[in-house]
């Protein structure tokens, strides 16, 4: 399984950019797909997630201001991120979890989003 992330970059504050991230391979019916995030310094930190049936569920920190979806058939996720704050600013992490009697998480290479203030 290969995840490749697209869409980060500089942006000011209050400003957008949407991240996209595609997943081949082997990809079960049944999995979970999201973002993850790690400033410097901090740990990593979950963004949102969306499963297949496209339950959605965010960080405290982003809700009313980001947006998970995805594409099932294209097995490509997406993170609309709007009213940016520099303490976005971040590596984001897309990830695959897929369970088939334990768990298989894979990840992508990382994609850097700075905000300006």
């Known amino acids: 399984v290969q995840l490749v992330e697209s869409g980060g970059g500089l942006v000011q504050a209050g400003g957008s950019l949407r991240l996209s991230c595609a997943a081949s391979g082997s990809i079960f019916a049944n999995n979970a797909m999201g973002w993850y995030r790690q400033a410097p310094g901090k740990e990593r930190e979950l963004v949102a997630g969306?499963?297949?049936?496209?339950?959605?569920s965010y960080a405290d920190s982003v809700k009313g201001r980001f947006t998970i979806s995805r594409d099932n058939a294209k097995n490509t996720v997406y993170l609309q991120m709007n009213s940016l704050k520099p303490e976005d600013t971040a590596v984001y992490y897309c990830y695959l979890r897929q369970t088939w009697l334990k768990n298989y998480d894979y990840w992508g290479q990382g994609t850097q989003v700075t905000v300006s203030s």
């Open positions: 969306i499963t297949s049936g496209a339950s959605a």
